[in-house]
């Protein structure tokens, strides 16, 4: 009985990322590596959000450049297992919320996302907001499904990189 219990939490828990956004499949680390290797150098300043930040792939590459990585995910499994893996990393920090409704830390200067299709309007939306809020340009790097009706400034392999500038709405 205890079994039927665990694998209905189990369940209900794989669920929420299905609802809520894309389900959980992690970037390619070599994929990775070669983005922030080559077309995406990161410097100290820079703090990237990860919105759907999985088991923290990312946020750990981020950091290994010295740079700041912060972790939007809804998962509280996820939110576990990415926090242990970067235990007193003062790099890495991971917040359990829904990555499109909750605000940007105001010093984010790059947005990562797998991107998949479905949500790609939700994503420039959320973007675009914080653009606004922030009052100055965010980059944006989408690996897998580019946007659409938007012209990215760069490809890199599965990569596509924008610049959502603020608009001035009246
Ligand atoms: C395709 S995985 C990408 C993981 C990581 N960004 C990477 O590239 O390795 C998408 C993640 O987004 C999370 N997710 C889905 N909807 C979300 C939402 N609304 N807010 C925050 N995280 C979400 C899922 O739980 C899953 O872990």
Not at 146 to 157: C, N
């Amino acid at each position: 009985m205890i079994w039927v219990y665990i694998a209905g939490c189990v369940a209900v828990l794989l669920g929420m990322s299905v609802f809520f956004g894309a389900p959980y499949v992690p970037s390619r680390r070599r994929d990775l590596r070669r983005l922030l290797d080559t077309a995406l150098p990161l410097g100290k300043t820079d703090v990237v959000l990860d919105i759907g930040s999985g088991d923290g792939v990312v946020l750990r590459e981020v950091s290994r450049r010295g740079a700041k990585a912060v972790g939007y995910e809804i998962h509280p499994l996820f939110v576990w297992i990415s926090r242990a893996l970067s235990w007193r990393d003062p790099n890495v920090s991971v917040r359990w919320v829904n990555g499109w409704r909750e605000a940007f830390p105001d010093a984010t200067t790059i947005v990562y996302a797998f991107s998949v299709s479905r949500d790609g309007k939700r994503l420039q939306r959320a973007v675009q907001r914080e653009a606004n809020r922030l009052n100055r340009p965010l980059k944006l790097v989408c690996y897998g499904s580019p946007l659409v009706g938007i012209e990215p400034v760069a490809t890199f392999e599965a990569y596509a990189i924008y610049v959502i500038e603020p608009l001035h709405l009246s």
